[in-house]
């Protein structure tokens, strides 16, 4: 399984748009790239994955560079609801095995 | 549509009691998991299944077990509780051979290990 590395945490303020990178050096060829999002006493949240170039969807974008080493999870105008922990994994297509690293706390301020 | 549901929400254990953690999901997927969580820590895999009868172990398998007998159950069996099993702890499933890897969890169960 490809080792990701995040940031422990990040600080913003509310309608910032926050960018959380993530690194994945050693990602294989038909490895996914997933994020997601869990609130404190909740289960963690799908929010967006993807394998190469750009995907966005209503929450979030996801960028991809070519030589898939990293991605970078965007959250536009965040607001106050959106402080949360946020998880990058990689996910091997072969075996949909999830492994949750450390994530990143993200703390919206006013 | 109910989803995952985790049964119970909460739990007191003394050491070396045993349990089983009921987890059921109605969306007929075939990949399940199950996961534990320290306060203030990401989750850790402990087992996980590809389909009804069949289980693999996951980051931190010691002290538990599972079984997946049907598609929409995976019970999560503690044998001789311990401290160190104090978690809260998260089914999930998902429906891999859709290219997806979205996983739908349930709300967790908060065990104590007295």
């Known amino acids: 399984l490809a080792k990701t590395t995040q940031p422990i945490s990040m600080d913003s303020y509310e309608g910032q748009e926050v960018n959380i990178t993530c690194s994945h050096n050693?990602?294989?060829?038909?490895?996914?790239i997933t994020w997601y999002q869990q609130f404190p006493s909740q289960g963690p949240r799908f929010i967006i994955q993807g394998y190469k170039t750009k995907v966005t969807n209503e929450v979030a974008s996801l960028f991809i560079p070519a030589d898939r080493k990293s991605s970078t999870l965007s959250l536009p105008r965040v607001s106050l609801s959106d402080t949360a922990v946020y998880y990058c994994l990689v996910v091997p297509a072969n075996d949909y095995k999830l492994s949750f690293g450390a994530g990143t706390t993200v703390t919206v301020r006013a | 549509n109910a989803g995952v549901t985790q049964t119970p929400k909460f739990r007191i254990l003394k050491i070396g009691q045993s349990m089983t953690l009921q987890c059921a999901q109605d969306m007929n997927h075939n990949y399940m998991y199950w996961y534990r969580q320290d306060p203030g820590m990401g989750l850790k895999l402990i087992y996980y299944s590809v389909g009804a009868g069949i289980t693999d172990k996951g980051e931190v398998p010691n002290g538990y077990n599972v079984s997946r007998s049907t598609t929409e159950d995976f019970p999560l069996r503690l044998e001789l509780a311990a401290p160190s099993q104090t978690s809260v702890y998260f089914c999930a499933s998902s429906q891999a051979d859709r290219g997806t890897t979205e996983a739908f969890f349930g709300q967790g169960t908060r065990l104590t290990v007295v």
């Open positions: 050693n990602i294989a060829t038909n490895d996914y």
